[in-house]
């Protein structure tokens, strides 16, 4: 079988940037097993990632239509459009060849498509990724007297703001030489970066050390004491999740996507002040800097795994290029399934421990427990997560912070959970034994049945179980047209695949009340495939604390919803 061509396409100069870093790395992983190009906007520049791109054709260009033109002309299998909110390279070729988008702006995260894959913000899909073997911690110097804080990137305007180096001129002298600022990276050398670098220079206890080469940033990273991001945009900050991964403390400026990327992790600030008020916070308080170091390192762990990015991608280019695996590369992650759990005021602490037994119970299958505590304040309840809690067994515990309902919280499960295949499970029910490995297992078979169900048995005070009667799914007809009491998707029986649901926006934050027959219909409208198992996959427990007995207006709800869609599809 030929290589499938894949084309890459960027309305930017190919220079240093986190996007051109991204492209380098993406196109390195896929060189065994594809023809690669890349069409960029023509540079001037000697510093460009171009010349690190091995086995890879580059394809200069002036403007859009030239770009147009070239991809047109090289009749891709894949076009990769790493600005998919601008025309740039596609203008005219309405739809010819398969689309990937992956904005890298923060402005292209907001509202995702099915086609495009956002990397941070409330509808981050596929997240970037570091490779964590590499950025780690590693051995400290000897402590001296100073405390060694690190900016690290081009020196440009957008990222080093001419207000912030006022406020630290006027600052640092203050510091007494207890604090010392390392600048790394120049980046371009144009007017606006020659202005930045010599306004930096002139501010005493201020080193600028140039450009470092990435073979030398762990070392870096393990010199410096905390890593200050003044920056005045930014998306995906690549330096903060180094520094992170390094165990350094990170300062950021609040702006676009710095607070998604640190979470709580690091320190986000407003103003310039705040800002060095925060550096010297770090330095005076080493517990609570050493609290976010540890706290950085288990973030990028979480959610940044390089690992796990190339394998979301692998998916991904596999479902495009329609073939299972491209070229039979392997990426693994574990685990094969995440089992996505919210839970809320109302749960008994012995329905939770029930129901975390049962999935802790399934075996032949490697899985995770995503629990996504949405704002609990009962205090039995509190304890009880903390102690289901277990990474070692694969149990994690995500916490919201307030309520904001089970759609939010399913959106946080997805995101956190490192599978591609999701099993829906909620903590007043019992999942069966076996379950997850039949689901799976399915689902291997079946690459292209996006959601699979199952039916359910009412689970009774008393411990005993009654099967519901089963509801037929007839294949291909539009799931809008079943009356709503008689709805053949039970959402807690679920296995879906994570990508193909937050391809089309994955829970609807808006809707809190029939939220999956929403999902469902929006996936169903997208052309992704359902089937259903007449297996009993879930026990559902029976009590006067449920969502649909607190909710009268659930069946409203759910007409409403199915209504809805009947009008738009008519």
Not at 15 to 42: K, M, N, S, Y
Not at 69 to 89: E, F, S, T
Not at 126 to 140: A, E
Not at 512 to 518: A, E
Request: net charge positive; glycine share 8%.
């Amino acid at each position: 079988m030929s290589k499938p061509r894949i084309v890459h396409v960027i309305p930017w100069q190919m220079t240093v940037g986190g996007a051109q870093r991204f492209i380098a790395e993406l196109c390195d992983w896929a060189a065994p097993w594809a023809e690669l190009h890349l069409v960029h906007r023509r540079t001037g520049s000697d510093k460009t990632w171009t010349d690190s791109l091995k086995h890879v054709t580059c394809h200069p260009v002036d403007n859009s239509l030239h770009a147009a033109k070239i991809v047109d002309m090289l009749a891709p299998d894949l076009i990769h459009h790493h600005c998919p909110g601008n025309d740039y390279g596609i203008h005219g070729l309405n739809g010819k060849y398969p689309l990937l988008g992956t904005p890298h702006g923060w402005n292209g995260n907001i509202e995702p498509k099915p086609w495009c894959f956002p990397i941070c913000g409330p509808h981050a899909q596929i997240r970037h990724g570091i490779d964590l073997d590499f950025y780690r911690p590693g051995r400290r110097p000897q402590p001296d007297d100073h405390f060694h804080v690190g900016i690290v990137g081009r020196l440009r305007e957008d990222k080093v703001p001419m207000t912030f180096l006022r406020e630290l001129k006027s600052w640092l002298p203050k510091q007494r030489g207890r604090i010392v600022i390392h600048f790394l990276g120049r980046g371009l050398v144009d007017r606006a970066g020659r202005k930045i670098q010599q306004a930096a220079a002139e501010i005493p206890g201020v080193r600028l050390h140039g450009d470092i080469t990435p073979a030398e940033m762990p070392s870096i990273y393990n010199q410096l004491d905390a890593v200050l991001i003044p920056s005045a945009r930014d998306s995906v900050s690549l330096v903060a999740l180094e520094a992170m991964a390094c165990e350094i403390p990170v300062v950021v400026r609040n702006v676009e996507g710095l607070p998604d990327t640190i979470g709580d992790a690091g320190i986000v600030c407003d103003t310039d002040e705040a800002l060095l008020a925060a550096v010297d916070q770090l330095r005076r308080n080493s517990t609570f800097s050493r609290t976010l170091a540890k706290r950085g390192r288990k973030r990028v762990e979480k959610l940044f795994d390089k690992r796990r990015m190339l394998a979301d991608y692998q998916i991904v280019y596999a479902r495009l290029l329609k073939r299972k695996s491209p070229g039979g590369i392997g990426i693994s992650v574990n685990p094969d399934v995440s089992v996505v759990m919210p839970v809320a005021n109302g749960i008994r602490p012995e329905w939770l421990y029930a129901a975390v037994k049962s999935v802790r119970e399934q075996r032949d299958v490697k899985h995770e427990l995503v629990i996504v505590d949405d704002g609990i304040t009962e205090p039995e309840l509190i304890h009880a997560l903390g102690e289901v809690e277990s990474p070692i067994n694969s149990i994690r515990v995500h916490r919201l912070g307030e309520h904001r309902g089970i759609s939010a919280a399913l959106n946080r499960g997805l995101q956190a959970s490192a599978a591609n295949l999701v099993a829906r499970f909620d903590a007043d029910d019992i999942m069966p034994a076996g379950r997850l490995a039949a689901q799976a297992a399915f689902m291997r078979r079946h690459p292209d049945v996006t959601v699979l169900c199952g039916d359910m048995a009412r689970l009774m005070n008393d411990g005993s179980t009654t099967p519901r009667p089963k509801r037929v799914l007839r294949d291909q007809q539009p799931l809008w047209e079943y009356w709503e009491g008689n709805w053949p998707v039970a959402h807690p029986t679920v296995m879906y695949r994570r990508l193909d649901v937050l391809g089309v926006g994955g829970y609807d934050k808006s809707v809190n009340r029939g939220q999956d027959l929403d999902l469902w219909c929006r996936l169903q409208q997208g052309g992704f495939r359902f089937h259903k198992e007449h297996a009993i996959w879930n026990h559902y427990r029976i009590h006067d604390r449920q969502q649909t007995a607190k909710h009268g207006d659930v069946r409203a709800a759910t007409k409403a919803i199915l209504d809805k869609y009947r009008r738009t599809t008519a």
